[in-house]
């Protein structure tokens, strides 16, 4: 079911990002895609919805919803990685991991991870 624009609106300002125009876009043809598109084919739609929509922003936005745990991208051998709304398995693997890594590497230095304050 397709999230209406004001809901994106309210998405994108819980976790601090602000909705412009070709944000708004990039989400849209994310949400819509059958399937995992790269950055290019999100540009080519998101562009049809608001021509200011750029290369830059459609790359910096994927970045920026995969950090906020909105989105995550897989790697292609010989291509561009594919993007998709939602955390992966494969994906959430790898941070588990990657925490995993730095908690030891934290401890073998004498500190200990904790968490944030809200978090």
Known sequence: MPTAPADVHQLLAQ?????????????QVLEAAGDECDAVAVLQRAQS??????LGTVYRFLRELEQHGLASSRPVAHARARWRLGTSVESTSRNLDALAAVTRLAAAFGFRLVPERGS
């Open 15 to 27: 976790v601090g990002l602000r909705a412009t125009p070709p944000r708004v876009a990039i989400w």
């Open 49 to 54: 919805l608001e021509p200011r929509t750029s």
